[in-house]
């Protein structure tokens, strides 16, 4: 677990305060490091030539890994060098879990002129609250701040600080996690990460590309994993690359010797969560879903709407709550839960409905790359239910909201996944389908049969599916109809391409997952002169190609593939009634497939019956693309942009 250290510019607004138990966890404590800690002075600055407003002079952590509970040790510098940088330094904060953690501070001054500032003198000056600052996105965590104003900064200063985070958590059962890396801005003094456990203890590590060569070492009865470099710069990820690759200048250690001890530790947790008494109402849910069909397919999208819409989502990450989940039957009784509870919940209506379902943990955001990773329970935020119809695999999340459609259930973008069973499991990976209907499709329907100068009637159709879709049902649920009709308006109204929105109306086709949204307005056109033919054309827009990709410079993983939005599919398709029955037009534009960078893209561009018609459909056909290729596509995206899709009049 990485020591975070907040430095906020200004403190949070007023926080909504809790009673706080007496519990020594509750406050902050104040002492000297412990004898194991290897307290290191403060380095003479990096040079000052192209440095950032705040210099790192030391970033030095140290863990100590035990059974009984682990200690991370964190201990930073830093000297503020322009007076930008003190707009950033207004306080200090620490966060901690007090049903876990304690937080113990050693150093907070500030050196000035060889003088040193203690801020810790007066403890008064420490503000400490249970500050739910996530409350809006329905997050209860009952972490508790330590802050404190950093009164008299100047630039020219440096500022010391240090405290250490001890951590026992009984549901892990003695196992222990640390992750550490290069998190700061230009060249630090000296960077140091030391990482010990008792020896013969197991404990598996990896660092990853960019933090160089730790020393493995025995002394006083422990293993000791160290690196201690000077005047270093932090490695920059690859841009563009997948997020495996982008994981440089970290180290991860951790006592877990495999992803089955991962699933074997949550599952007693779950099996008992949503296991439910005969007389659970929870039954009768099951038992009335049961009465109306037979197919498991369908019984278990509807356990799943029933605790979309039945039950709300909040977290609580308070006391056990961050990796214990709810009992079913509380959180049906309460009508929230976070997405262990929501689970457990689900579990309990699939098993009474006789459909095959486990918990799978996931990462939300980060799963790309974790079979790569040393396994641990801290690879996961997130837990979804995986159930098996006939051998084929549906997941459910319980947290999404406005499912109406049996394809919610298709895989998610999570990359891997790792069942929850007594027996444990390994890490499995999540393999998204291509995508058979576009997520967006928009048509755009232009009248300018009245003639070049005239204002031309507009009509704008965009189609939604699939999670899009359910995210406009989501947004128009909880937003006036009014609200919505303006944002449109605006969105699409504008007087740079000449289109006024006048109504909006939208419709929505749950059978068939699809969200419209219509637009009514008026287009005035821009026919300019072409001066060498001596005629008036419409232009339309570039060539349909996907986004260029951008020059690395070098670095770790420099050659790394690029990530592709997969799967993705678009349709777009303008359709322009001309004067004159289209009598003397001509168009140009693409016209065919092309295959470039994962993607494929088919064109048209005609005139049928007076109408002008550029159509294209855009699908990413892989996930990514290496570099090499990605170089080479680059130009051939350039020759698709520059082919312009217009409209010409006659002479």
Same mark, same amino acid.
């Given at each position: ?53 705040? /210099? ?92 404190? /104003? ?106 877990? /010797? ?52 039945? !039950? ?86 319980? !947290? ?41 499709? !928009? ?43 303006? !944002? ?21 086709? +749950? ?30 827009? +570039?060539?349909?190609? +996907? ?105």
């Amino acid at each position: 677990m990485s020591s975070r250290l907040v430095l906020a510019s200004v403190l949070a607004s007023i926080p909504i305060a809790f009673a706080l138990p007496a519990a020594a966890a509750d406050q902050p404590l104040y002492a000297p490091p412990a004898p194991w800690v290897d307290v290191a002075p403060i380095p003479p600055p990096p040079p000052e030539e192209g440095a950032p407003a705040i /210099q790192i002079l030391i970033d030095d952590h140290q863990s100590r890994l035990d059974p009984a509970g682990d200690a991370y040790y964190a201990h930073r510098a830093f000297k503020v060098l322009k007076p930008e940088g003190l707009a950033g330094v207004k306080s200090i904060s620490v966060i901690w879990s007090p049903d876990t953690e304690t937080i113990t501070w050693h150093t907070l001054a500030i050196i000035r002129g060889g003088q040193t500032i203690d801020l810790l003198a007066d403890r008064k000056d420490m503000l400490v609250l249970r500050r739910e600052t996530n409350l809006e996105q329905a997050s209860l965590d009952g972490r508790i701040t330590a802050s404190r /104003q950093i009164d008299g900064l100047q630039t020219g200063d440096i500022l010391d600080i240090a405290y250490t985070r001890l951590r026992a958590d009984p549901v892990l059962k003695g196992h222990s996690f640390d992750a550490e890396g290069m998190a700061f801005a230009g060249v630090a003094g000296r960077y140091r990460t030391i990482i010990s456990w008792p020896k013969g203890d197991p404990v598996t590590w990896k660092a990853m590309v960019g933090f160089g060569d730790p020393v493995l070492a025995d002394k006083d009865g422990r293993t000791t994993l160290s690196l201690d470099k000077t005047l270093i710069q932090p490695p920059k990820p690859p841009i563009g690359a997948p997020l495996r690759f982008r994981r440089v200048g970290q180290i991860e250690a951790t006592s877990f /010797q495999s992803w089955n001890e991962v699933s074997k530790l949550m599952a007693p947790l779950y099996a008992k969560a949503s296991t439910i008494p005969k007389t659970s109402p929870i039954k009768a849910e099951a038992d009335a879903i049961a009465a109306k069909t037979a197919d498991p397919r369908a019984r278990a999208f509807a356990a799943l709407q029933l605790v979309e819409d039945k !039950t709300r989502y909040f977290f609580i990450g308070m006391g056990e709550g961050s990796y214990v989940p709810a009992d079913a039957d509380d959180t049906w009784a309460r009508r929230f839960g976070d997405c262990k509870a929501k689970t457990a919940l689900l579990l309990a209506l699939l098993k009474n409905l006789g459909v095959e379902a486990e918990p799978v943990l996931v990462n939300l955001g980060s799963g790309d790359g974790l079979d790569e990773m040393p396994p641990s329970l801290s690879a996961f935020n997130h837990v979804i239910v995986r159930v098996k119809i006939k051998g084929e695999s549906y997941w459910l999340d319980g !947290t999404r909201t406005g499912d109406t459609n049996p394809q919610a259930m298709h895989a998610p973008a999570h990359k891997w996944g790792l069942p929850v069973r007594a027996e444990g499991a390994p890490l499995e990976k999540i393999v998204e389908p291509q995508i058979d209907v576009p997520t967006v499709q !928009t048509l755009t329907r232009i009248d300018a049969t009245k003639g070049l100068d005239a204002k031309a009637a507009t009509d704008i159709r965009i189609t939604y599916s699939g999670i899009y879709a359910t995210s406009i049902r989501a947004t128009l649920a909880r937003t006036p109809r009014a609200d919505m009709e303006r !944002t449109f308006r605006q969105r699409y109204s504008s007087p740079g391409s000449g289109i006024e929105i006048e109504q909006v109306n939208w419709s929505d086709d +749950p059978a068939k997952d699809l969200f419209t949204i219509d637009l009514q307005g008026a287009y005035d056109m821009d026919w300019r002169k072409n001066q060498d033919l001596g005629v008036r054309e419409f232009k339309v827009g +570039p060539g349909a190609a +996907p986004p260029a990709f951008p020059r690395r410079d070098p670095g770790p993983n420099d050659t790394a593939p690029f990530a592709l939005p997969y799967p993705a599919y678009t349709r777009s398709r303008i359709e322009i009634a001309l004067p004159d029955g289209g009598k003397g037009y001509t168009v140009r534009g693409a016209s065919g497939t092309e295959h470039v960078a994962g993607y494929e893209i088919v064109s048209n561009a005609a005139i049928e019956g007076g109408v002008a018609t550029f159509s294209s459909d855009q699908r990413t056909l892989i996930p990514e693309i290496s570099a090499a290729d990605a170089e080479a596509a680059n130009l051939q995206i350039r020759q698709l942009r520059d082919v312009d899709s217009l409209v010409r009049a006659p002479a």
